[in-house]
């Protein structure tokens, strides 16, 4: 997932906003990074394979101007790539020209054509000097310029020859004041200011600047000067929008803070994250739950009789969460689907049925690609998701905000306490008070942040288990009932920052094959908090300890039987079972992050993961 920046304005250094806005989006990945910016009418194009800060280091050694460009204002673009196509090289770095170095281009995503499109491109003699697919666009604009387009004109000819996923940004010293930008799939937003704008692939490189941001539409072209943003939709059938949006959340939550990773800052947000998704939301004194973004869609909600929930990874984890709980709750039948499976699925849907769809990101292709599916049933698409103004939010037919603030690590934390909490406000609202659990759940989730709290106080404990167990080469996470899809989670957390070979399962299923593998090298992580399975819990743990495997077991405070039984312990608060995922997955986030550090391991950045998976 690479990162786009650009500017044009008078009251910022394009040069030093770009620089700056790479660095906020260095934690998306990234292998090498480039600017093409004018200052004072001086072009710098500079790339080069490492870190933002190398870049930084280059363009403050060579502020040599590669040409005077006749432009009173700043202006530019920027790019940190994170290689799909081409390996992490300077000449594959981005922004990419054509031939007489005028016209650049950044781009965020995949060319799915751009081997047809070089070809043509090849025999009107362009020559090619990367193994990159942007490297296309630049002279395809080119070739348009050239039969006498206008360059907003040829620029969207161009976009419209390609094909795949992409956000693409473009800079020409010919247009010294204008910056061009598109997007089909993969985000871009417009940052507005006092004569002057920013563009980025994540509000995070803007908002120091400004809160005020334009969503890029699939299918729309923005042309950008200082004043003024004009957006046109490619797509014949739609208007272009260009509705100005509020980013609701602050600069310094974009900030790591103190903390060594964004992992452990959002794990230590847990009370926080529950308390926003509350906020306003859950009212125990008056008994009452209120979705503020469910309100258009009231009416239609009470005749659904049966509900999909469809996500990715922690979110579809978070989903399967929501299905114990609705039912339970609610008394509405629900079915989980994996986006990438439920996609390509043919299925009945009645008018009655809803979708829900759980994404941190709000970009996730699969999810995008599963909502879209639907569309043409009529039924209701709901969201529920973190990133404000994000194309899941925008093509939900309503939905319900995470408000955890941006999620910076790869390995979904907060959003996950986010999505859990606002699933069970669902399931409340959606039993209209009818269940015997509305008041006493309204009641939990308004301590629930307190005892949060509290089991960050097991931190140490926590680290000095990872410790021990860090150099183990497999995991098994095993839980009943509502801590079963918790399982799941945890082993997902654990493998996909440590690298760890790690598996959750339903302990009912212990005997029905996992078992197998259970030996003194192969540790449980057995979720063993109080409630009406906690017996058969036990006895799986027993089947564990007579073939010597260790057991981690995470319990409720007070039980004074689970420490005969396991080889390790970490308790946690009384708190109602349908909750308890809440309190547990913390544990298990801490004890992933912890063997992850112990290991040495870029916990922000595993190897070959995104943050978001914004192609299919
Ligand atoms: C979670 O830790 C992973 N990073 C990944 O599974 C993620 O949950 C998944 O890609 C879905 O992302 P989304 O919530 O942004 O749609």
């Known amino acids: 997932m690479c990162g786009i920046v650009g500017y044009i304005g008078d009251k910022n250094s394009a040069t030093d906003f770009v620089i700056n806005g790479l660095r906020a989006l260095e934690y998306r990945g990234y292998d090498s990074a480039g600017i093409a910016t004018t200052d004072g009418g001086k072009l710098i194009y500079l790339k ?3 870190r933002v800060n190398s ?28 290689a799909t196509h081409g390996r992490p090289t300077k000449v594959n770095a981005h922004p990419h020209t054509n031939a007489d170095k005028k016209i650049f281009v950044v781009c965020n995503g995949i060319i799915e054509n751009y081997q047809e499109l070089k070809s043509t491109l090849e025999e009107k003699g362009y020559k090619f000097v990367s193994e990159t697919d942007t490297e296309v666009i630049p002279h395809l604009i080119d070739s348009y310029l050239k039969e006498g387009e206008d360059f ?11 094909r795949g996923a992409y956000a693409i940004a473009t800079y020409c010293i010919d247009k010294p004041e204008v910056l061009y930008a598109a997007r089909l799939s993969s985000p871009i937003v417009i940052g507005v200011g006092e004569n002057e704008h920013f563009i980025a692939s994540d509000p995070s490189a803007l908002i120091n600047n400004t809160k005020k941001v334009i969503f890029l539409n699939d299918f729309e072209v923005a042309e950008i000067k200082a004043d003024k943003v004009h957006i046109e939709s490619l ?27 964004f992992m452990l800052k959002e794990i230590h947000e847990a009370p926080a994250t529950i308390e926003s998704a509350t906020r306003g939301r859950v009212k125990p004194s008056i ?19 049966r509900i999909i929930i469809t996500a990715c990874g922690t979110s579809y984890y978070a989903g399967l969460l929501g299905e114990y709980l609705i039912e339970e709750i609610a008394g509405i039948p629900v079915e989980v689907e ?13 008018r009655n049925t809803a979708v829900i769809a759980i994404s941190q990101s709000g970009e996730t292709a699969d999810t995008i690609a599963a909502i879209k599916k639907v569309e043409d049933y009529g039924i209701l698409k709901l969201g529920i998701v973190n990133a404000t103004g994000s194309t899941i939010a925008r093509i939900t037919d309503a939905g319900v905000y995470c408000h955890a603030g941006p999620e910076q690590s790869v390995a979904s934390t907060k959003a996950f306490m986010a999505q859990v909490t606002i699933l069970a406000e669902i399931a ?21 942040p307190e005892k949060a709290k509290k089991v960050l106080e097991a931190e140490p404990q926590i680290k000095e288990l990872a410790k021990k167990y860090a150099d183990c080469r497999d995991f098994l996470f095993m839980g009943r009932g509502y801590l079963y899809p918790c399982a799941l989670e945890g082993a997902l957390k654990l493998k996909e920052i440590s690298y760890i070979h790690a598996e959750g399962c339903s302990a009912g299923e212990m005997k029905h094959g996992p078992l197998a593998m259970i030996d003194e090298n192969f540790p449980t992580v057995a979720l063993a908090a109080e409630g009406p399975l906690l017996d058969k819990m036990l006895s799986n743990i027993e089947e564990i300890k007579a073939r010597k495997g260790p057991i981690i077991a995470i319990a409720t405070e007070g039980n004074d039987n689970i420490e005969r039984l396991a080889t390790d312990v970490i308790f946690i608060p009384k708190v109602r079972e349908q909750l308890q995922p ?23 950045r595993p190897r070959n993961l995104a943050k978001s998976v914004t192609v299919e």
């Open 235 to 261: 797509d014949g059938a739609k208007a272009a929008t260009g509705e100005v949006v509020e980013l609701d959340y602050e600069a310094e939550e974009s900030d790591i803070g103190k903390y060594p990773h």
């Open 152 to 162: 907003f004109t040829a620029f969207k000819m161009a976009v419209s020859d390609l």
């Open 48 to 50: 080069n394979a490492g």
């Open 582 to 604: 809440l309190l547990v997955v913390i544990v298990l986030q801490l004890f992933a992050y912890h063997i992850a550090v112990n290991k040495g391991l870029n916990v922000d």
């Open 428 to 448: 409340l609202h959606l039993s209209d008070g009818k269940s015997k659990l509305f008041s006493p759940l309204l009641k939990e989730l308004s301590v629930l």
């Open 287 to 305: 008994n009452t739950v209120k979705l503020g973004g469910l309100e258009a869609v009231k009416q239609q909600l009470t005749h659904i009789d």
């Open 338 to 350: 994996l986006a990438s499976e439920f996609k390509y699925r043919s299925e009945p849907f009645t």
């Open 55 to 82: 870049l930084a280091k280059l363009v403050a050694e060579n502020g040599n101007t590669y040409q005077t460009v006749d432009s009173k204002l700043s202006c530019g673009i920027g790019h940190t790539r994170w």
